[in-house]
């Protein structure tokens, strides 16, 4: 199964035209994904709703613009809370 985001992808929301930076990003990619996949409770694909695979593009886009470290899940909250798996 395909990846919720490609780099491909992600460097076109990027705005990211060299090779220069791949690994960076798509050490970011995982990061976003792995935040997103833990707060939502599922893993995710290619075929995953397009709220949670922006929410992935836009923790990486913080990361990489901002340098924030941390990939708080506050800025994409809304996207992420229809999709949250409850857990007792």
């Known amino acids: 199964m395909a990846a919720p985001v490609s780099l491909t992808e992600a460097k076109l929301f990027l705005r990211v035209g060299h090779g220069a930076e791949d690994g960076l990003i798509q050490t970011l990619i995982d990061a976003a ?23 992935i593009l836009m923790l990486a ?27 007792l």
């Open 33 to 55: 994904q792995a935040r997103v996949e833990g707060d939502v409770g599922m893993s995710l694909l290619s075929s995953s709703p397009a709220p949670l695979r922006l929410a």
């Open 61 to 87: 886009l913080r990361a990489y613009e901002r340098g924030e470290t941390e990939m708080a899940i506050a800025p994409v909250e809304a996207w992420l809370a229809p999709y949250r798996v409850v857990r």
